[in-house]
């Protein structure tokens, strides 16, 4: 308020308002004085129609809009950066358990290279087996088969050395032994 009738005498104190000459101080010939009418009318008015307090409450709506954008831009702000926190953790969670994937992987790899190795490795020791078995077997198969012969060939002289050298009484007698003793060992 002391502001505003320091503003007003000092217009009036000004060489501007000086009086036209030859016309009163006071009168509508003086323009300076008209429009300094006017002006204090017209904030007269303004003071009347509450225009300063309409305008100083706008302004304070105006920043308590800007104070709560400002909170809501902090507090969306401060989630982003709860959630740029979370995904950086997630993120280095499922770094991590993939590597122990990958090392788990290569372990299970290792184990199942040893395990085919042994399975292969005692594959070829029973296939190794099983021929030298069958060799073992063509062996004993052939000796058999030689001894066989053998006999049958040693049989087949004895009986022809025999043939020759018997008589009839004499191979009658051994028919007879051979079939008590044939007899023997069935029964």
Do not use: C, W
């Not at 429009?35 to 204090?40: D, E, G, K, R």
């Not at 296939?127 to 053998?150: C, F, H, M, T, Y």
């Amino acid at each position: 308020m002391m502001f505003r009738i320091a503003v007003i005498v000092t217009l009036l104190a000004s060489p501007a308002l000086a009086a036209v000459e030859g016309k009163p101080f006071f009168s509508l010939y003086n323009t300076d004085l008209i429009v300094l009418a006017a002006f204090i009318i017209f904030i007269g008015v303004l003071i009347y129609a509450k225009v300063p307090g309409k305008l100083t409450g706008f302004l304070d709506q105006r920043s308590d809009t800007i104070k709560s954008e400002l909170e809501e831009a902090r507090r969306l702000r401060e989630e982003a950066l709860e959630l740029h926190a979370s995904f950086e953790r997630r993120h280095a969670e499922v770094k991590d358990k993939a590597a122990r994937m990958v090392e788990k992987a290569k372990a299970d790899a290792e184990i199942a290279a040893e395990q085919t190795k042994a399975e292969i490795e005692a594959s070829i020791a029973r296939r190794l087996k099983a021929a030298e078995d069958q060799i073992a077997s063509a062996e004993a198969s052939a000796i058999r088969q030689v001894r066989d012969q053998a006999t049958s060939v040693a049989v087949a002289a004895a009986g022809s050395v025999i043939a020759k050298n018997i008589d009839a009484a004499r191979s009658d007698a051994l028919v007879a032994d051979a079939i008590k003793a044939v007899d023997e060992r069935l029964h």
